[in-house]
Structures are given as C-alpha cells and as structure tokens.
C-alpha cells in the first residue's frame, strides 16, 4: 500500500505529542503523500514550522495571512486541494472548536471548509480525555462524519497512567493507507434498503409475520453508510439497530407501510435493495378488538394480496436508478431467481438457498450467488452477513455508479 500523490493536510495543535507529528510528516512524505501542515497559535510553542516545512517540503500555514508579504492563505483552496485532512495532535480545546465550528485560527477554518474525510487523532491528559464535555465534542465530531483515533494508554506527560496518547505515527499511517485502499466509490450516492420481515395484524394482539431478522439489510446499510452513501433505511419490526450517522432509519410495521414509505423515496434515490421479506398477503378485514375463541373446529381468514414493493419500483425505475433484489428458492433455484429478476425489472437479483447451511433467515451467515439482468453470474462461499454484504456492494456498485 502507499499513499502515493495523496493529498494530506496535517493539522497540529498544542500538546506535548506534537513532537510526534514530524514523525507523522516524515513517514507520509516517504510513502509518496504531499503533506501541507496547518498549525495553531499554540502548536507553534511545542513544534517550531521551521522542522515541520523541513520534512514536508511545503511552507507551514499558521496566520490567515502571510506575515511577509500579506498574501491569503485560501482555506477554501485548501478544502478543494486536500484528499484528506488528519488534525494530530488534536487539543481538548481543538476538538471542542472543531465540533462547535469555532473558526478563531486557520486550522479550524480550514477544517470547516473541508471537502475531504477528516481524521483527529486526540492527545491530552487521561482527566481531559474523559471529561464529559471533550467525550461530548468527541462523539459530536463521529456524527459530523469525522473519524476519530481513538488515544491510547499509556505514560502521559503529566507522569499519570492513562488514556490520552496520541496514536503512534506509525499506526496512523497504516490506518490512512488502509483508508485509501478501500471503496469509497459510494460517495453521496443515495441508497434505499428494505430490511426485516412486515406484520400484517389480524387483530390487536395478533399478526401473520415471519422469521427474518432484518440482519442482511442492516449489514447493507452499514456498508453502504461506510462507502459515504446517504442511506434510507425501511425496516419492519427487529430489535437490530443502526450506527452509522448517514443511516436514516424509517420505522414501519406492514407491508402497507412499507410500500408507501419505498414509493415516497424512491424517486430521490441512485439505487433501491429490496432485502425485507414482505408479506404476500395480510388479513383482507383487521379486527379492532381481540378476536374470541369460538367453539367452531375451523376458523377461516380471509386473506388479500400485498403489493410488490420491488415490482412496483421496477415499473417507475428511471434511467440511471438501480433496484437490487434477493431470491430464496428451494428448487430450481437460479432459473426461478431469473425469472424473478426479470418480472421485477431488478437489474440485480441475490440468491441464497435454503437447501444451504448457515444460508439464510435468522443466521449470521449467508451464502450467495449474485445474477445480473445481463446475465453476469458470481457465487461466493457461505461468509458472515457483513462480508456478504461488502460481496454484494463491491459486486452491484462497482462500475455501475462510478460512472
Ligand atoms: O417474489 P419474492 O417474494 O420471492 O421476491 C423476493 C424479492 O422481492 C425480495 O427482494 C423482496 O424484498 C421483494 N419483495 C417486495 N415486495 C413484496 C414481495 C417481495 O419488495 N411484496
């Protein structure tokens, strides 16, 4: 891996673990990234700029304008220019700026102007590093996105045990070169799952509703979010919950709900994957009082046809849009699957079997083969329902959305 013609800029601040940010500097230049350091007022009294544009072989941007010859430095150039930016050492007082958007100096501007993933690797005093508010401005900056690095444990420099160290240099670079090698190809692209099973009430305690666990569609969501699609998340009744700050989550109970909450989104989205087991049916009459035990053997419901959710979509699909399909077959399994794929309009259908172990509702693991409308075919080994799902995103997305 190497971070070959990267953009980096690296933000210092005010701590002691600013020594270690010419490590930072060194190790990125010597795997290929040009480094542009932006450094505090305060950063400036532990790290001279003089070491910094040594090793980075740029000019260090510390003031909004150049003392010399009163130039300004563009924050916003800044922002376009940068492939990524990594604040380390991050102050208390510098993540607490950033997440509140207190621009006083040119390193919190140009964060606020950034165009690019921001990373923060905080450094201060274990006491600092758990103070309510600096884990509060540290959990805001997740939700706007930024990735943290999380401080290790070990001697500070107050002579304390604790949390508080800055990452290793070393250890940084692995996590920006293993950044860049990954799929980010989801950028902004807007993404709509349906996930979990629908129930259908018969009355006010009771419903036809299936075993899904909703855990597929959930495991697209998160892979989708992490790629920097924005996620529309519609899920019937599970316990599974959403991390990821790019997933919307909308909550629905039948297949009713699930239909207008799909039909309402669809026309705003790049792509729809239509993971829910929806219910064929529902009860064609919905008591409103529990329904009695009678003294009749048999006891009829009534039962009337659901929409096709991934059908309906297939129909209003513009050019462009994507719908992605599963298939659970028992018998003749790729054959119905294509046919699926076909009365649907999906461009992309996913078979798990039932006949396979592991495969399928309720488990944490699934093995699938993905068919394209153009008659593409790639089989995978049974993997846990994350993995499947970085097989089924790689598989869909790769150069359909790219272009
Ligand atoms: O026809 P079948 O239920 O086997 O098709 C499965 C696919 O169709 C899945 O992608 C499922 O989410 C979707 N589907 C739907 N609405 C329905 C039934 C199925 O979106 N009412």
Redesign the pocket.
């Known amino acids: 891996m190497s971070l070959q013609g990267k953009h980096i800029i690296l933000g210092v601040t005010g701590s002691i673990a600013a020594y270690k940010s010419a490590i930072l500097t060194r190790l990125l230049v010597k795997k290929g990234a040009e480094v542009q350091t932006v450094i505090t007022p305060a950063g400036k009294e532990f790290i001279t700029p003089v070491t910094l544009s040594a090793l980075s072989g740029r000019p260090v941007i510390s003031e909004f304008f150049a003392s010399s010859n009163g130039t300004w430095h563009s924050h916003v150039d800044l922002g376009l220019w940068a492939d990524l930016m990594i604040v380390a050492p991050a102050t208390a007082s510098s993540i607490g700026k950033m997440a509140n958007g207190i621009a006083d100096n040119m390193l919190v501007t140009t964060y606020l102007s950034m165009k690019a993933p921001v990373f923060v690797a905080p450094a201060m005093d274990l006491d600092m590093y758990r103070h309510v508010s600096t884990q509060r401005n540290i959990k805001k900056l997740k939700s706007d996105g930024v990735h943290i690095i999380e401080a290790t444990e070990g001697e500070l420099a107050s002579h304390l045990e604790g949390k508080g160290r800055m990452e290793e240099p070393e250890n940084i670079v692995a996590m920006l070169e293993h950044f860049f090698a990954t799929d980010h190809n989801l950028d902004k692209k807007k993404i709509m799952i349906?996930a979990g099973p629908t129930y259908e009430r018969i009355d006010p305690v009771r419903f036809i509703g299936n075993f899904s666990s909703g855990k597929m569609g959930f495991a697209l969501a998160e892979e989708c979010a992490s790629r920097g699609a924005e996620v529309v998340l519609i899920t019937g009744p599970t316990a599974l919950s959403a991390s990821h700050p790019n997933i919307l989550r909308v909550n629905v109970e039948s297949?009713m709900e699930?239909?207008d909450a799909?039909l309402k989104n669809f026309p705003q989205m790049d792509a729809a994957?239509?993971?829910?087991?929806?219910?064929?049916y529902r009860p064609e009459q919905r008591s409103d009082k529990k329904i009695k035990r009678s003294d009749k053997e048999h006891y009829t419901l009534s039962l009337v046809s659901?929409?096709?959710?991934?059908?309906?979509?297939g129909k209003l699909k513009k050019p462009g849009q994507l719908t992605?399909?599963?298939?659970?077959?028992t018998s003749d399994e790729e054959r119905n699957a294509t046919k699926?794929m076909e009365?649907?309009n999906?461009d992309f259908?996913?078979l798990n079997s039932l006949n396979d172990r592991g495969a399928g509702f309720g488990h944490d693991t699934n093995k699938v083969t993905i068919l394209s409308r153009h008659g593409e075919k790639q089989s995978f080994p049974l993997k846990s329902k994350n993995d499947v799902a970085k097989d089924i995103i790689h598989t869909v997305f790769h150069s359909c959305l790219d272009s």
């Open positions: 349906t297949a699930m239909y799909a994957i239509l993971s829910a087991a929806v219910a064929d659901n929409p096709d959710i991934a059908a309906s979509l992605i399909g599963f298939a659970l077959e699926k009365e649907k999906l259908i996913v």
